[in-house]
């Protein structure tokens, strides 16, 4: 059960690392930093909101408003981080973006630990589903929370893949990922699908970063050592579910989710790292291109 | 092609200059405060975990050594010289452990140095203190290898091997356990030995270890480790981590449904605890170097200054902080002068000295013999429950 939910978180953060890779051909490392910022936004808000470790039970729509804001507000982070360190590079070579978004990762990072943003302590994040045991069976237990996390994930990414196959935004976003100057040819904006890849990509990760904070409610600061690994991981699910490939990293999520936890619970949970990674290394030697993912010639 | 390739050069060039500039002026303002005319006042220095997971950890120590400076200078200082603390934050990692007692000895040219809490990091500082000949007082790091280091590094609180002891016998005497679990953090040298001081000592008692799981601090899921744990069923859990992870963990334990108590270390001092843990980590028991609920006059007195300065009650690490900086003045009042070799000499002939975590006796492997308290969480607060001297 664990593997669902966490899978499922993976997946959603791999969304954003593979539509990024797909429209832009780069790895934006600050992604993970916005799943962190996610999680914390949302806890800001709970707080703000009144809702304290010990108080009442706060009503569902409480969580739905919460996931929404930390949504929106890490969709803007997106937008802005585009617009200001990514666009101004558009045409510029492919290695100073990539440089350019480990320093916006650094900046988001440091600047989350500034006193008037989240501070530099640990943190509760306010249990805001009770968590109740559903169903058990063979030593297995459903908790409410696991399958809420699994659930919104799933949610999310259905209404993803039918804005992505399904719409005219979906077509345009589909065409620049194709080839961006032929699809600028045909009319389309390519700055703001870009744009709106961008913000589509950051609220997914926002989504992820709330239910993770649901499921462990103990927020740790500074955030890097431990969360950007989970960033990290997820990148991995983009890769193995090959990158750039929608339904790949959704694959690629439940997959790595599932190999973590049950690697930790039936070999040894002190590697349970080092299965994932594995993983990744055993598909980049087998299929490079991922399970999903078309082998394209590299255009030089 | 060629002037873009060439432009990206200038600005490293004036980025070079200018860093190279800075360096200077950094370097000549260091000179300057190397020759200490009289009547400056002394330095003494503190690295500790500012920032981080561990945060309150330097945080509270940082405190105790200011509260205890406030006093001593207000009573005129060392002989009419006041102190000063000079402190660096070394986010808990060991490398900037390092880096800070380096800073501290060669740029600030501090006396002495104190800290640090994590016994991990008390080594990194610990070998630089050593090298430079600087005497260093650890405050709370409770790892036996911290004073091998040398002769230049001390501790005023007790050690592992007897913390896991008083655990163990609480748990067999007071807790009546029959059964317990280990969950450790396998990167922390404090959490190991600790882990290992108890399953020694709980064997030795008649009991079992049903089975040592371990994770890496910071760790988020313990659900394996834990589910392992479920299985055999133990009367008592022992986490001998630090309180962030403590708190995540007894939050995944009772998720789990397991009921059996927690038991700690020294390392769950922090009024974070219970804010993680929240009514998960309530009936959790852990071992420490004080209560604040003792009645004793010099410990009710010290209470009441730090409230009235910080406006908190001080936890145990705030306690050492106060303890190991009069400690130090102690030793810097007797000392002929103030280099390395006479203060550490000093500190080394401490004898009896009353603090309040208790008396303190500098013994020959530079390491402080002490009683142990166990601490009940309850109602969001640590309650004194027991004190365990050690075996004669």
Redesign the interface.
């Known amino acids: 059960m664990?593997g669902v939910a966490?899978g499922s978180l993976y997946a959603l953060i791999a969304l954003g690392y593979t539509m990024v890779y797909g429209t832009l051909q780069f790895i934006n490392f600050a992604h993970s930093d916005i799943f962190v910022l996610g999680a914390w936004v949302s806890y800001t808000i709970a707080v703000g909101l009144g809702y304290a470790?010990?108080g009442t039970q706060p009503p569902l729509y409480a969580g739905v408003l919460i996931l929404v804001a930390a949504m929106a507000t890490c969709g803007a982070v997106g937008f802005t981080v585009e617009r200001l360190a990514y666009r101004p590079l558009r045409k510029a070579p492919r290695l100073n973006v990539l440089i350019t978004a480990i320093g916006v990762s650094l900046f988001l990072q440091n600047v989350g630990?500034l006193k008037w943003f989240f501070g530099?302590?640990?943190?509760?994040m306010p249990s805001l589903i009770e968590?109740t045991?559903l169903a058990r069976f063979a030593g297995v237990?459903v908790?409410l929370v696991d399958l809420a996390a699994a659930g919104i994930a799933l949610a999310l990414m259905l209404v993803l893949d039918w804005l992505i196959f399904r719409t005219r935004l979906g077509r345009a976003m589909r065409a620049v990922s194709h080839d961006t100057s032929v699809a600028a040819l045909m009319g389309i904006n390519v700055d703001a699908v870009i744009s709106f890849t961008f913000v589509l990509g950051s609220s997914l990760a926002a989504a992820a970063g709330f239910l993770y904070a649901m499921k462990?409610?103990?927020l740790?600061?500074?955030a890097h050592?431990?969360w950007v690994l989970l960033g990290l991981k997820a990148f991995v699910a983009a890769v193995i579910g090959g990158i750039g490939n929608i339904r790949g990293a959704m694959l690629g999520g439940i997959l790595i989710g599932f190999i973590e936890?049950f690697g930790?619970?039936y070999l040894s949970?002190?590697l349970?790292d080092i299965y994932v990674f594995s993983i990744l290394i055993l598909v980049l030697l087998v299929r490079p291109s991922g399970v999903l993912g078309q082998a394209v010639a590299e255009k030089v | 092609m060629r002037s873009s390739r060439l432009s990206p050069r200038l600005p490293l060039a004036v980025a070079l200059i200018v860093s190279l500039a800075s360096c200077g002026v950094g370097g000549a303002k260091s000179a300057g405060g190397a020759e200490t005319p009289s009547g400056d006042p002394i330095l003494i220095g503190h690295f500790g975990s500012?920032?981080?997971?561990e945060?309150?950890f330097g945080q509270s120590t940082d405190n105790g050594i200011r509260l205890a400076i406030k006093e001593f200078n207000a009573t005129g200082g060392l002989k009419g010289k006041k102190v000063e603390l000079k402190t660096y934050d070394d986010?808990g990692k060991s490398q900037e452990a390092g880096t800070a007692v380096t800073r501290l000895i060669t740029s600030d040219k501090v006396v002495a140095v104190l800290g640090e809490v994590a016994s991990s990091l008390s080594l990194a500082g610990g070998r630089v203190a050593q090298q430079y000949g600087v005497p260093m007082i650890s405050p709370s790091s409770t790892n036996p290898t911290v004073t091998q280091i040398g002769d230049m590094v001390f501790r005023v609180c007790f050690l592992d091997p007897f913390q896991g002891w008083v655990a163990a016998k609480f748990a067999r005497e007071n807790l009546k356990a029959e059964k317990a679990a280990v969950l450790y953090d396998?990167a922390q040298a404090y959490s190991k030995g600790l882990m290992d001081a108890f399953d020694k000592a709980f064997k030795e008692m008649g009991g079992t270890i049903t089975t040592v799981?371990?994770?890496?601090g910071?760790?988020?899921?313990f659900?394996?480790?834990l589910?392992t744990i479920r299985q055999t069923n133990p009367d008592v859990i022992f986490v001998p981590g630090y309180y962030?992870d403590a708190?995540?963990v007894s939050?995944q334990v009772r998720?789990?449904?397991l009921t059996a108590p927690l038991l700690g270390g020294d390392g769950w001092d922090s009024a974070?605890l219970a804010?993680?843990?929240?009514?998960s980590i309530e009936g959790s028991y852990y071992t420490n170097h004080y209560s604040h609920q003792n009645p004793a006059p010099e410990v009710q007195n010290f209470v009441t200054k730090y409230k009235t300065d910080y406006g908190q009650t001080p936890d145990g690490l705030a306690a050492l902080g106060y303890d190991a900086a009069r400690l130090l003045f102690d030793a810097m009042g007797r000392a002929p002068a103030l280099d390395g070799k006479s203060l550490a000499a000093a500190i080394a002939a401490t004898k009896d000295f009353a603090g309040v975590t208790g008396k303190i006796t500098i013994d020959a492997q530079r390491n402080a013999k002490k009683a142990a308290v166990v601490l009940e969480m309850k109602n969001g607060a640590p309650a004194y429950v027991t004190t365990i001297e050690p075996p004669q």
Not at chain 1, 120 to 124: A, D, I, K, M, Y
Not at chain 2, 275 to 279: D, K, L, P, R, T
């Open positions: 664990d966490v470790l010990a630990q530099t302590q640990p943190q509760r968590d045991i237990q908790h462990y409610p103990g740790n600061q500074p050592a431990t936890m930790a619970a949970p002190h349970r | 500012m920032t981080g997971s945060a309150t986010q396998q799981q371990a994770y890496t910071g760790d988020q899921d659900s394996a480790q589910t962030t708190g995540n939050i998720k789990l449904g974070k804010e993680i843990g929240g009514s």
